[in-house]
């Protein structure tokens, strides 16, 4: 049963987790730390490393290949048995070595991000890491820390915590020491308790702590995480539908070739039989790309590595291509679209609205407006990080006083406080009493307008203190209300002289003489401008989800270029009232969804993958990991993300930035197509050693093919090429084009014709050096012939793949991997063809230079046809 610490007293709580307020001695810490455990998260169990080798075999393929393995060793071809397990072996240990450094890559993502934690042991202060806090320790909690495990408050100094981490409420919650009554309160209305993942935005308090790790609400979230299992991407599904078709119908082709064997055999001897086996063993060599899964595997590599030197961290490579296809993009508002930072924008002071760094101290009313903006707030400044600590907001009045050449330490050591009135939600105000430099003793108030504009009686102008005419309040209101209508957050400020002075109290807060506005916000990225307009050109729709207020959320929107005429922006409240079939119909003219729970961000991606979209979904907090494990492509946030939403995620952006993402679908795009091309040069020279070898075995002639012969093109003088296809550079405007049809599998109709007319030239070419050998010298050379020319063709074939356009316009020069890999292939070949040792092995018959000087002719000639037809517009 949960412990309901919120309803009892502070003493209550210490006593039920047998503490103190002195914190607890080193050994009690040490005691608890063995019996609960660390403070983290509890992943789900990693497989052991021999789990993982050995599921590397699993595939229907890498099956087939064990039992033509089997057959060679049977039938004494011990080469080509060595040749298949060492392949097997070496694919099985790149899988694992892959799957152990993504674990280790993630690992040390968290260690960057692991948290200290300032706690009363033996009476003394100490900083630990947070995975040492315990039950019953006593921890100190100040303006900028992260809360490290859920606790109960025992003494609070205007504590306000932001916890959108957890809850999705923007806005800090301000806490409280106070029991709270009832037996089901809700995780937010909980003001006396903090949570791990939470971040102290304003004042101090001292909590002792009640649960730690997976007993925390982040671990409760994590848990459920961890029960959750992502779908598969569209080419692991197209890959995986390819891989049992081709299985089945290399069995059946399997089964087909050895029975025409047996036939023109004429006989069911051993010797026939293991014949006749060797011949289905070279036709399934052929038929199965054994370097495909290791090509792909590397192509998605090359592209997690761009990617990660811009920012986007993919967690798992498979889901490199998914990019490729998303077309909407549910974004978040802070952080990634905007700055998170709040900013000054406008000051409204003597009648006159200005731009705050218009704000002068030679002016007497604007040196009042900054005095009290910097006195009667928080904020301070870290000397040693030089950034400012504190609630956004009044971070950015320091940046006022900043700008002007205050540094607010100092001023505020010049104006001590005497007496300060913090700020709480009901009254919405903050004053604090100063002796200013003339002598004068003065209350300095800030808060919403509403409030301090009906508690003031007077106005500051130049000409003097003057009365606060009805005209002169709706001048006030008028202004405000323009500001509010862009988004812009906006202050108040007064004084009022309180002679003598030491002390004030709420009753003290009237008769105000009202200074003047401020206005700030928390600014769009200037890249994200770009990046929108990008993504809209390339067909990406880009959707806004914000905790915010719908008129902070529509304004940005609107800067941004995501709200546009005729779009539409719903509050949660409205979302809510919405069935969804309703949904359904508004939902492409809808562009903003603000005031939202972590229930309708699902809600929302889900809307938009039953219309058949691939959705992308921004979050940082634990309550957005359910919608970013439900999106297509999650996107967790690097620098403010929880762990939990890094865990849930597909890709983690290290900048926070919008522009980052839509730089990945770009990459993600160009991923796509170079594994398209890719699997077309290797299924198309497959296709031809298939055509190869079912000719021969209808026609009942010799085998053109050993198959280790087969495997070395499959392995060695193929595998070069695919990688350099793989780095092909995006030839044109990749988001001048539409987002894939994510149905559309990828060997569609179209490219396995054009994968088919492909392997029956470099087939009919193959065939021709073939029949030129068995009628020169025999079976010996009409098969080492075969093998020179089938290599080569597939060699020239990697200039045909590189992309749709001819050769002549991608230009040779524009990917030098391709020149190297054709010439490391020619190189490999030679050293089969002339070296001893090696054409030994490979069963090598004498041949001329003019018979090789043939063949290469012929294997050029497939390309010589392919580039006619692309540049006559045949692709």
């Given at each position: 049963?949960?412990?309901?610490?919120?309803?009892?007293?502070?003493?209550?709580?210490?006593?039920?987790?047998?503490?103190?307020?002195?914190?607890?001695?080193?050994?009690?810490?040490?005691?608890?730390?063995?019996?609960?455990?660390?403070?983290?998260?509890?992943?789900?169990?990693?497989?052991?490393?021999?789990?993982?080798?050995?599921?590397?075999?699993?595939?229907?393929?890498?099956?087939?290949?064990?039992?033509?393995?089997?057959?060679?060793?049977?039938?004494?071809?011990?080469?080509?048995?060595?040749?298949?397990?060492?392949?097997?072996?070496?694919?099985?240990?790149?899988?694992?070595?892959?799957?152990?450094?993504?674990?280790?890559?993630?690992?040390?993502?968290?260690?960057?991000?692991?948290?200290?934690?300032?706690?009363?042991?033996?009476?003394?202060?100490?900083?630990?890491?947070?995975?040492?806090?315990?039950?019953?320790?006593?921890?100190?909690?100040?303006?900028?820390?992260?809360?490290?495990?859920?606790?109960?408050?025992?003494?609070?100094?205007?504590?306000?915590?932001?916890?959108?981490?957890?809850?999705?409420?923007?806005?800090?919650?301000?806490?409280?020491?106070?029991?709270?009554?009832?037996?089901?309160?809700?995780?937010?209305?909980?003001?006396?308790?903090?949570?791990?993942?939470?971040?102290?935005?304003?004042?101090?308090?001292?909590?002792?702590?009640?649960?730690?790790?997976?007993?925390?609400?982040?671990?409760?979230?994590?848990?459920?995480?961890?029960?959750?299992?992502?779908?598969?991407?569209?080419?692991?599904?197209?890959?995986?539908?390819?891989?049992?078709?081709?299985?089945?119908?290399?069995?059946?082709?399997?089964?087909?070739?050895?029975?025409?064997?047996?036939?023109?055999?004429?006989?069911?001897?051993?010797?026939?039989?293991?014949?006749?086996?060797?011949?289905?063993?070279?036709?399934?060599?052929?038929?199965?790309?054994?370097?495909?899964?290791?090509?792909?595997?590397?192509?998605?590599?090359?592209?997690?590595?761009?990617?990660?030197?811009?920012?986007?961290?993919?967690?798992?490579?498979?889901?490199?291509?998914?990019?490729?296809?998303?077309?909407?993009?549910?974004?978040?508002?802070?952080?990634?679209?905007?700055?998170?930072?709040?900013?000054?924008?406008?000051?409204?002071?003597?009648?006159?609205?200005?731009?705050?760094?218009?704000?002068?101290?030679?002016?007497?009313?604007?040196?009042?407006?900054?005095?009290?903006?910097?006195?009667?707030?928080?904020?301070?400044?870290?000397?040693?990080?030089?950034?400012?600590?504190?609630?956004?907001?009044?971070?950015?009045?320091?940046?006022?006083?900043?700008?002007?050449?205050?540094?607010?330490?100092?001023?505020?050591?010049?104006?001590?406080?005497?007496?300060?009135?913090?700020?709480?939600?009901?009254?919405?105000?903050?004053?604090?009493?100063?002796?200013?430099?003339?002598?004068?003793?003065?209350?300095?108030?800030?808060?919403?307008?509403?409030?301090?504009?009906?508690?003031?009686?007077s106005l500051l102008t130049s000409e003097g203190v003057v009365e606060l005419t009805q005209e002169r309040r709706e001048q006030i209101l008028a202004v405000n209300q323009a500001l509010s209508s862009q988004g812009l957050r906006v202050l108040a400020f007064a004084f009022r002289g309180?002679?003598?002075?030491?002390?004030?109290?709420?009753?003290?807060?009237?008769?105000?003489?009202?200074?003047?506005?401020?206005?700030?916000?928390?600014?769009?990225?200037?890249?994200?401008?770009?990046?929108?307009?990008?993504?809209?050109?390339?067909?990406?729709?880009?959707?806004?989800?914000?905790?915010?207020?719908?008129?902070?959320?529509?304004?940005?929107?609107?800067?941004?270029?995501?709200?546009?005429?005729?779009?539409?922006?719903?509050?949660?409240?409205?979302?809510?009232?919405?069935?969804?079939?309703?949904?359904?119909?508004?939902?492409?003219?809808?562009?903003?969804?603000?005031?939202?729970?972590?229930?309708?961000?699902?809600?929302?991606?889900?809307?938009?993958?039953?219309?058949?979209?691939?959705v992308a979904m921004t979050g940082d907090g634990v309550n957005d990991a359910p919608a970013l494990k439900s999106a297509d492509i999650g996107v967790a946030m690097g620098i403010t993300g929880t762990e939990v939403s890094k865990d849930a995620a597909a890709m983690i952006l290290a900048?926070?930035?919008?522009?980052?993402?839509?730089?990945?679908?770009?990459?993600?795009?160009?991923?796509?197509?170079?594994?398209?091309?890719?699997?077309?040069?290797?299924?198309?020279?497959?296709?031809?050693?298939?055509?190869?070898?079912?000719?021969?075995?209808?026609?009942?002639?010799?085998?053109?093919?050993?198959?280790?012969h087969l495997l070395f093109i499959n392995l060695l003088t193929d595998s070069l090429p695919a990688i350099a296809i793989g780095v092909e550079p995006a030839t044109g405007d990749l988001l001048s084009q539409k987002p894939r049809d994510p149905k559309e599998p990828i060997l569609s109709?179209?490219?396995?014709?054009?994968?088919?007319?492909?392997?029956?030239?470099?087939?009919?070419?193959?065939?021709?050096?073939?029949?030129?050998?068995?009628?020169?010298?025999?079976?010996?050379?009409?098969?080492?012939?075969?093998?020179?020319?089938?290599?080569?063709?597939?060699?020239?074939?990697?200039?045909?793949?590189?992309?749709?356009?001819?050769?002549?316009?991608?230009?040779?020069?524009?990917?030098?991997?391709?020149?190297?890999?054709?010439?490391?292939?020619?190189?490999?070949?030679?050293?089969?063809?002339?070296?001893?040792?090696?054409?030994?092995?490979?069963?090598?018959?004498?041949?001329?230079?003019?018979?090789?000087?043939?063949?290469?002719?012929?294997?050029?000639?497939?390309?010589?046809?392919?580039?006619?037809?692309?540049?006559?517009?045949?692709?």
């Amino acid at each position: 049963m949960e412990s309901r610490y919120y309803s009892q007293t502070p003493e209550q709580v210490l006593a039920a987790v047998e503490s103190r307020e002195e914190g607890l001695t080193s050994q009690q810490a040490q005691e608890r730390l063995e019996r609960f455990g660390p403070n983290a998260l509890r992943e789900e169990k990693k497989k052991p490393v021999w789990q993982v080798f050995l599921e590397q075999f699993k595939d229907l393929l890498v099956v087939i290949l064990i039992a033509a393995a089997v057959i060679s060793m049977l039938s004494g071809n011990v080469e080509s048995t060595i040749v298949i397990f060492a392949v097997l072996i070496l694919n099985a240990v790149l899988g694992t070595v892959q799957h152990c450094k993504a674990e280790k890559s993630l690992e040390s993502l968290k260690a960057m991000s692991a948290p200290t934690a300032r706690v009363l042991r033996d009476g003394e202060r100490l900083v630990i890491p947070s995975a040492q806090i315990v039950p019953g320790d006593i921890v100190e909690l100040e303006a900028g820390d992260m809360v490290v495990a859920d606790g109960r408050i025992l003494h609070n100094y205007s504590l306000k915590v932001n916890e959108s981490s957890l809850t999705g409420e923007s806005e800090g919650v301000e806490k409280t020491e106070a029991v709270i009554e009832g037996d089901k309160v809700a995780l937010g209305d909980r003001k006396n308790l903090v949570f791990s993942g939470s971040l102290v935005t304003y004042g101090r308090a001292l909590v002792v702590i009640t649960g730690t790790g997976m007993d925390t609400e982040l671990g409760k979230v994590a848990a459920l995480m961890n029960q959750t299992q992502r779908r598969k991407t569209p080419l692991q599904e197209s890959l995986d539908q390819f891989s049992r078709r081709l299985a089945m119908i290399i069995l059946i082709i399997c089964v087909g070739v050895f029975a025409l064997s047996l036939y023109h055999a004429g006989s069911f001897g051993t010797q026939a039989i293991l014949d006749s086996l060797m011949f289905a063993v070279a036709l399934a060599v052929a038929a199965i790309p054994e370097a495909l899964s290791s090509i792909v595997t590397i192509v998605q590599a090359m592209g997690t590595q761009k990617m990660a030197k811009e920012n986007a961290i993919m967690k798992e490579l498979k889901a490199v291509e998914t990019l490729g296809a998303v077309s909407v993009i549910c974004s978040d508002k802070t952080g990634t679209l905007t700055q998170n930072k709040m900013t000054p924008q406008t000051a409204f002071v003597d009648g006159e609205l200005i731009s705050c760094q218009e704000l002068t101290l030679e002016n007497p009313i604007h040196r009042r407006l900054v005095r009290a903006a910097i006195l009667a707030s928080d904020a301070t400044t870290d000397e040693e990080k030089g950034t400012a600590v504190g609630d956004p907001t009044e971070v950015a009045l320091i940046m006022i006083g900043d700008r002007m050449g205050i540094e607010e330490r100092a001023y505020r050591e010049q104006y001590p406080r005497l007496c300060e009135l913090a700020f709480d939600s009901d009254r919405k105000l903050m004053s604090t009493l100063h002796v200013l430099e003339e002598g004068e003793t003065v209350m300095l108030t800030k808060g919403a307008l509403d409030v301090l504009l009906d508690r003031s009686v007077s106005l500051l102008t130049s000409e003097g203190v003057v009365e606060l005419t009805q005209e002169r309040r709706e001048q006030i209101l008028a202004v405000n209300q323009a500001l509010s209508s862009q988004g812009l957050r906006v202050l108040a400020f007064a004084f009022r002289g309180m002679p003598g002075a030491r002390q004030v109290t709420l009753v003290d807060e009237r008769d105000y003489t009202f200074i003047g506005l401020i206005s700030m916000i928390d600014p769009p990225r200037p890249e994200a401008v770009q990046a929108v307009a990008d993504a809209k050109r390339g067909g990406i729709r880009t959707v806004m989800i914000t905790g915010d207020h719908k008129v902070t959320a529509s304004a940005i929107a609107k800067q941004i270029g995501i709200l546009q005429e005729g779009d539409e922006a719903l509050s949660g409240g409205e979302l809510d009232e919405l069935d969804d079939q309703a949904l359904d119909r508004k939902l492409e003219h809808v562009s903003v969804y603000a005031r939202v729970s972590p229930e309708h961000k699902i809600r929302i991606v889900n809307a938009w993958k039953r219309k058949g979209k691939i959705v992308a979904m921004t979050g940082d907090g634990v309550n957005d990991a359910p919608a970013l494990k439900s999106a297509d492509i999650g996107v967790a946030m690097g620098i403010t993300g929880t762990e939990v939403s890094k865990d849930a995620a597909a890709m983690i952006l290290a900048d926070d930035n919008f522009a980052t993402i839509v730089k990945a679908v770009v990459n993600g795009r160009g991923v796509y197509t170079n594994i398209k091309n890719a699997i077309t040069f290797l299924l198309s020279g497959n296709m031809a050693g298939i055509f190869s070898v079912l000719v021969t075995s209808i026609l009942g002639l010799p085998n053109p093919f050993l198959p280790v012969h087969l495997l070395f093109i499959n392995l060695l003088t193929d595998s070069l090429p695919a990688i350099a296809i793989g780095v092909e550079p995006a030839t044109g405007d990749l988001l001048s084009q539409k987002p894939r049809d994510p149905k559309e599998p990828i060997l569609s109709r179209s490219l396995m014709g054009r994968i088919g007319v492909y392997g029956l030239l470099i087939a009919a070419a193959t065939m021709a050096a073939y029949f030129m050998g068995l009628n020169s010298g025999g079976s010996a050379l009409a098969m080492t012939l075969a093998f020179a020319t089938l290599t080569l063709a597939r060699l020239f074939h990697g200039f045909n793949c590189r992309g749709q356009q001819s050769i002549f316009a991608l230009g040779f020069l524009s990917n030098k991997a391709s020149l190297a890999a054709f010439c490391a292939g020619i190189v490999l070949l030679a050293a089969v063809l002339f070296v001893p040792f090696l054409s030994g092995l490979f069963q090598v018959a004498p041949f001329t230079m003019e018979q090789i000087g043939l063949c290469a002719l012929l294997a050029l000639s497939p390309t010589v046809v392919i580039q006619i037809g692309k540049c006559v517009g045949l692709r």
